[in-house]
């Protein structure tokens, strides 16, 4: 027979042939996107800074939340975008107005060489517009074994 299509047997049944390397080809194709989403998954609202290190940090949940990064030469940004600190504010409220409920919070994702007033102004801003959950994100520190 030419072509190296189906092997029949001396019973004329056909021969189950099974392919392997189109199956390892989609194995390939599926083991390159489940890196890719997982590489992507924890990442931040914000800017990339350098975030400051601590041993009591929590995982987060990013539902309901605002990201305000607070960058190193004092500046902030909402959710990636730079603003000033009265469009901050306006953001804020607006924050609020949209998410009422008890488990909204704001985010700061400051670096570890900002300003620490900066932080103390975005935190306090974030009360007076009426939001009570405001947490700090950090990297994981490992615990010293001494």
Same mark, same amino acid.
């Given at each position: 027979?030419? !072509? &190296? &299509?189906?092997?029949?047997?001396? &019973? !004329?049944?056909?021969? *189950?042939? %099974?392919?392997?390397?189109?199956?390892?080809?989609?194995?390939?194709?599926?083991?390159? $996107?489940?890196?890719?989403?997982?590489?992507?998954?924890?990442?931040?609202? !914000?800017?990339?800074?350098?975030?400051?290190? *601590?041993?009591? !940090?929590?995982?987060?949940?990013?539902? @309901? $939340? #605002?990201?305000?990064?607070?960058?190193? @030469?004092?500046?902030? *940004?909402?959710?990636?975008?730079?603003?000033?600190?009265?469009?901050? %504010?306006?953001?804020?409220?607006?924050?609020?107005?949209?998410?009422? @409920?008890?488990?909204?919070?704001?985010?700061?994702? &400051?670096?570890?060489?900002?300003?620490?007033?900066?932080? /103390?102004? /975005?935190?306090?801003? #974030?009360?007076? *517009?009426?939001?009570?959950?405001?947490?700090?994100?950090?990297?994981?520190?490992?615990?010293?074994? $001494?």
């Amino acid at each position: 027979m030419a !072509g &190296g &299509g189906s092997q029949r047997t001396s &019973g !004329g049944k056909k021969k *189950a042939r %099974i392919e392997i390397i189109p199956l390892i080809d989609v194995i390939f194709f599926l083991l390159a $996107t489940f890196v890719l989403f997982t590489l992507a998954l924890n990442k931040s609202n !914000g800017p990339r800074v350098n975030l400051p290190e *601590a041993q009591t !940090g929590e995982p987060r949940d990013p539902a @309901d $939340t #605002a990201t305000v990064t607070v960058m190193q @030469d004092g500046t902030i *940004a909402w959710n990636k975008d730079p603003i000033t600190m009265e469009d901050f %504010i306006k953001n804020l409220q607006q924050f609020h107005i949209q998410h009422p @409920d008890p488990d909204a919070h704001v985010l700061i994702n &400051g670096d570890a060489d900002a300003m620490f007033s900066v932080a /103390v102004y /975005v935190l306090n801003e #974030a009360r007076k *517009a009426g939001i009570h959950k405001v947490l700090i994100e950090t990297h994981s520190k490992r615990a010293s074994m $001494t």
